[in-house]
């Protein structure tokens, strides 16, 4: 197959990240959907369970709403792999293969679309935790770097979720094979208690994993503590995530078979 010039290319990706989002335009239910999950863990983390959870030296509300900023994300970035299992099983991506088009274009455009579910909910995310009690307490600048830290490793994660989908070939299979890698890298991370809590075995493994970090750094960047050393080593996650997926998405579809 011949190079597809870059102005091609970047065509292509705008008309399946169009056809996507007119799609959610459709459905807007998809997006209402896509925040009530972070929401839930919101309220119940903040109200419930959040009176038993001590942070040493400050508010739990503060210690939490970080984390579910990023969580809501992650949610938002599951769209991708059920989106492209149901286009694989509904025969679509045979047709876009069929086509004059960049091969780049199905899976970029999917996981640029589906960046708006993020988007929204991340926004969605911010409003209820400001209504929860929730302050940011550095100036504007930081506090966009963290939003938009936050946006950057969910784009990454969407290539995993990207190439579950085209693995699963199947939407309901990809729904929950999406939720393993969530949950195991949420719950074992520093999103809800201290890594201190954790027993000795599984604190090694939550303070180094990208979840973790990530919400470390964007703390810091709310809060105003020593950020640096957080970013960059999400950043590194981020980029590492982001190319081995792509790399990996990009294969299977090549290869892609019934």
Do not use: C
């Amino acid at each position: 197959m011949t190079a597809v010039a870059p102005a091609v290319a970047a065509r292509d990706i705008a008309g399946v990240a169009q056809r996507n989002l007119r799609r959610l335009v459709r459905t807007p239910q998809l997006l209402v959907f896509t925040a009530i999950q972070p929401a839930m863990l919101l309220l119940l983390f903040r109200y419930a369970l959040g009176g038993a959870i001590v942070i040493p030296g400050g508010d739990y509300v503060d210690f939490l709403v970080p984390a579910v900023f990023l969580e809501a994300v992650l949610i938002g970035s599951m769209a991708t792999s059920i989106g492209l299992a149901q286009d694989v099983k509904d025969g679509i991506i045979d047709r876009f293969r069929s086509l004059p088009m960049a091969r780049s274009a199905v899976l970029a455009g999917r996981t640029l679309a589906d960046l708006t579910r993020s988007l929204f909910a991340l926004a969605l995310m911010v409003v209820l935790g400001l209504l929860v009690g929730f302050r940011f307490h550095n100036g504007l600048w930081p506090i966009l770097a963290g939003l938009g830290l936050a946006i950057v490793f969910g784009y990454a994660f969407s290539w995993l979720y990207a190439t579950l989908g085209l693995l699963t070939k199947d939407p309901e299979t990809a729904q929950v094979a999406g939720i393993l890698p969530f949950f195991v890298l949420v719950f074992s991370s520093s999103a809800f208690v201290p890594v201190t809590t954790m027993p000795d075995w599984l604190q090694v493994f939550a303070r180094n994993q990208p979840v973790s970090l990530t919400i470390n750094a964007m703390r810091a960047l709310f809060h105003g503590g020593p950020a640096f050393h957080w970013v960059w080593l999400s950043l590194v996650w981020a980029a590492g995530i982001f190319l081995a997926f792509l790399l990996t998405s990009a294969w299977l579809y090549r290869n892609l078979t019934d």
